[in-house]
């Protein structure tokens, strides 16, 4: 499960209407994963809709590239580091911690936010062994070529591969004779799925698939036996699965590389899905002493006092002072990294605001005490 963002959502005619709608759209470049927006149609939806930080990667309407107003932060940024009590508070312990924090949740955000294209792809799978024993005993005969090649892989990224491929193979089966239903995708704005254009005659539908439909004829069943032949073909819908973005590379150490990070934040998008609460809160704040369910406090209102300020001088910079259990667990793991991120402040601080609207920041920075 994953969420979309709008500009602008306004009620018409007892409907939500929602323009200028953005979706991440993941790409692994330079070993690590990376977001920019996928621009959706304008439209009317049903659900719930609130104001939530707006991502790096989204694109404002009539926006400019904002390269000048961003050094323009950055050094009114330093400055208050340096002439403020912002740098006293950045220095303490606990919130260079929660600063480092963030910024990891930053760059595991591509990966938390989209959606997985492959869920249910196994019940989907020995399905369509039951409907087409045919096609599914070529792609057997794919998998076990695929398996020579990455034998030597470890075993839970070697069984995402497999899925991949076998996901690859159904869906261009079911393209060519017959159809698939799809679960309305929060990450779409309620829409089932997004369409890619592949080849002539072939428009993916990426989204995640509730069920199958076929009914086969000769030309359906040679239409399926070409398009599951052409390696290049499957690549590119192997690539729209996992990532939604451009055709993959195709070197073994990049799916390697990002299948690691995908299943590694498995818990975090679980958690995304399943909580009321997001998992990266950019502000909350409960009665002292209540802890909301599933979190950890990372900064304590002692802390706090101790530094002349309460919970809503987080609020107003825009950090909570909790944090998922899964995302302390994530970030215990890579413990040495965040310790080595925690002695550059400015570094930290830059990661966290510069990235605001300049007026916001400023707004910001000037309700720090």
């Known amino acids: 499960m994953a969420f979309a963002w709008a500009e602008h959502v306004r009620r018409r005619e007892g409907k939500l209407e929602a323009r200028n709608i953005q979706a991440a759209d993941p790409l692994w470049q330079e070993g690590k994963w990376r977001a920019c927006g996928r621009r959706l ?20 309407e009539n926006s400019s590239d904002g390269q000048g107003e961003a050094e323009v932060g950055r050094v009114a940024l330093e400055l208050r580091l340096h002439t403020t009590p912002l740098g006293r508070m950045c220095r303490n312990f606990e919130i260079r911690q929660a600063l ?11 990966v938390v936010q989209v959606p997985d294209l492959l869920a249910g792809e196994d019940r989907l799978y020995q ?6 024993p045919a096609a599914a005993a070529e792609a057997a005969v794919a998998l076990a070529a695929l398996e020579n090649r990455c034998g030597h892989w470890p075993a839970e990224i ?7 491929r076998g996901a690859a193979l159904r869906r261009l089966d079911a393209a060519a ?19 890619c ?33 052409d390696d290049r073909l499957v690549a590119a819908v192997e690539a ?24 590694g934040a498995a818990a975090l998008q679980e958690f995304e899905a399943r909580s009321p609460l997001p998992l990266f809160p950019p502000a909350m704040i409960f ?41 302390y667990d994530y970030c215990a793991e890579r413990r040495e990294a965040l310790a080595a991120d925690g002695e550059d402040i400015a570094g930290l601080a830059a990661a966290k605001w510069r990235g605001l609207a300049p007026a916001m920041a400023h707004g910001m920075l000037q309700s720090i005490p």
Do not use: N
């Open 177 to 195: 004779t017959g159809r698939e239903i799809f679960f309305p995708c929060p990450a779409y704005f309620g829409a089932p799925y997004l369409p």
């Open 287 to 327: 009665p002292e002493g209540t802890v909301p369910s599933g979190f950890r406090v990372r900064i304590r209102s002692d802390t706090l006092r101790a530094l002349g300020g309460s919970y809503l001088t987080l609020a107003a910079a825009g950090l909570s002072p909790y944090i998922a259990a899964p995302f």
């Open 41 to 60: 149609p304008d439209r009317t939806f049903v659900g719930r809709a609130y104001r939530a930080p707006t991502p790096e990667w989204f694109v404002f």
């Open 197 to 229: 254009d592949l080849a002539p005659g072939l428009s993916l539908k990426a989204g995640i698939v509730r069920r199958t439909e076929f009914w086969p004829g000769m030309e359906g069943e040679a239409r399926s036996r070409t398009w599951r032949a």
């Open 127 to 132: 399905e369509w062994k039951l409907e087409r």
């Open 240 to 263: 729209r699965l996992f990532s939604l973005g451009p055709a993959a590379t195709g070197r073994e150490e990049d799916f390697v590389a990002a299948a690691a990070v995908r299943l």
């Open 158 to 164: 070697r069984q995402l591969r497999h899925r991949l």
């Open 100 to 110: 480092a924090q963030d910024k990891l949740a930053a760059a595991v955000a591509p």
